[in-house]
């Protein structure tokens, strides 16, 4: 019952990133057109919406943060390896564990004061000092937000392969704790593309 719980919310996490993910998308994608529009009525019309960098710094910090659970969840963050590869595969899990250790405290404690800061700023009702005068809590709290779902994704992360480890998937569990290997993955991608074409020869070739 508890295995059964514990993977039904990692389905879920995995569900809400991915849905973070289609957010920050159709977020920058809006975005990319008004400041297209702004751009193009300063040019022509010489006139402006006013706001709009304001507007498109709060959502690309917004967007960035709701992203990480997806990266951190399908190993697409960056990391340098090349150390790492020169060691023992005990080693290497060592480390694999030590970067994410240090990844989810940083982001802990990035994430607490991330909370600190927007609830001060919705308690004191403060505005930012633009035209726009914006209420700080709203973007400040959704940054905090994404950053709260990123150390659940990471602690969900680290369940996950602990489940595999006493169900005896060794291998799973130690591949999602590991750096994706980028190289492999474009050949697969490769490879997959291939077998899904159709075949080109010309039937006349065959005997």
């Known amino acids: ?58 959502v690309f910090a917004v967007t960035t943060t709701f992203a990480f659970p997806f990266a951190i969840l399908h190993r697409a963050n960056i990391r340098i390896d090349i150390v790492r590869n020169l060691f023992g595969a005990r080693f290497r899990i060592a480390l694999d564990w030590l970067a994410w250790a240090s990844f989810t405290l940083v982001f802990a404690l990035i994430t607490y004061r991330a909370c600190l800061l927007a609830l001060q700023s919705y308690q004191e009702g403060a505005r930012s000092i633009t035209p726009l005068r914006s209420y700080l809590a709203i973007p400040q709290g959704l940054w905090a937000l994404g950053l709260l779902v990123s150390v659940i994704a990471s602690l969900s992360l680290a369940v996950r392969v602990v489940g595999l480890f006493r169900a005896g998937h060794r291998d799973a569990a130690l591949a999602l704790l590991s750096p994706s290997d980028e190289v492999a993955q474009e050949l697969s991608h490769i490879a997959v593309s291939q077998d899904d074409a159709p075949d080109a020869s010309p039937a006349g070739d065959t005997q």
């Open 1 to 58: 019952m508890m295995k059964r719980h514990l993977h039904r919310g990692h389905s879920t996490i995995m569900r809400t990133a991915r849905a973070l993910v289609w957010v920050c998308g159709s977020a920058l994608i809006v975005m990319s057109f008004v400041i297209t529009v702004e751009a193009l009525m300063r040019k022509f019309l010489s006139h402006s919406f006013g706001g709009v960098d304001e507007i498109t710094a709060y």
